[in-house]
């Protein structure tokens, strides 16, 4: 199993469009900056055909340090979750099934 | 933010290009993305977060309706975990509200099946 990094997905874009090196590595950095900025900015993601990055704040529930037992509370947050379109959902279904059996 | 307004905001950012590059742009970047899960193989956007799949082993369901036993089989979902700076980010801005809402004015899916529905009733 190997890992998809910015670096191979810049790659993968300098093969298959007319960027250059610096404007495909650019470019990934700016596609991932967008969606994080979005999303600090309280802004849901909706990308169709591969998910959606959504935002749920969470309320203030007990908690407990797991090696002294003591009781802290696990503050209100706000965080990301993503939920995959049926498009990519069907998609890992469909070569998974085939590459596992 | 639409996957067309993160289109025209990366076209904005990038003025020596021709606007269609950005569209094609993000189709290879999510195209890239799709298959590596496909595969099975991990994404790991530093800052950003890494998507992975999670196994769902196979298991007997029923059916809601008759009650009678159905084998559900295993399954491959993907899923995606924050990393620290974007976990960081995103609850450090907790002053603002939440929007599902783009700047578009399209109307999100969702929203014309719901109001469908109400029409209907």
Do not use: C, Y
């Not at chain 1, 900025?37 to 802004?43: H, K, M, V, W, Y």
């Not at chain 1, 959504?54 to 003591?70: I, S, V, Y």
């Not at chain 2, 993305?33 to 800052?47: S, Y």
């Not at chain 2, 509200?97 to 783009?102: D, G, R």
Request: glycine letters at 6%; a positive charge; proline letters at 5%.
């Amino acid at each position: 199993m190997t890992t998809l990094t910015k670096a191979e997905v810049s790659d993968i874009l300098f093969e298959n469009l007319g960027l250059n090196k610096r404007e495909s590595k650019d470019m990934v950095e700016a596609f991932f900056i967008e969606i994080a900025d979005t999303l600090s900015a309280g802004q849901w993601v909706k990308l169709s055909g591969f998910g959606n990055f959504q935002l749920r704040d969470k309320p203030q529930r007990p908690g407990r340090n797991p090696k002294t037992g003591e009781e802290i509370p696990i503050t209100a947050r706000r965080v990301v979750t993503f939920h995959p379109s049926q498009k990519l959902k069907d998609e890992v279904e469909r070569v998974q099934k085939t590459a596992r059996h | 933010m639409t996957k067309s307004e993160l289109i025209a905001r990366l076209a904005e950012r990038f003025p020596q290009l021709v606007a269609k590059d950005a569209e094609i742009a993000v189709k290879v970047i999510l195209d890239a993305m799709t298959d590596a899960l496909a595969r099975g193989d991990r994404i790991e956007i530093r800052g950003f977060g890494s998507f992975s799949l999670n196994h769902r082993p196979p298991r007997v369901g029923r059916n809601p309706r008759s009650g009678e036993r159905v084998e559900v089989p295993e399954k491959w979902v993907p899923h995606f975990k924050a990393g620290k700076e974007l976990r960081e980010r995103v609850d450090a801005a907790d002053l603002t509200e939440v929007s599902s809402a783009s700047n578009e004015t399209e109307v999100p899916v969702f929203a014309v099946a719901a109001q469908g529905s109400i029409n209907a009733l």
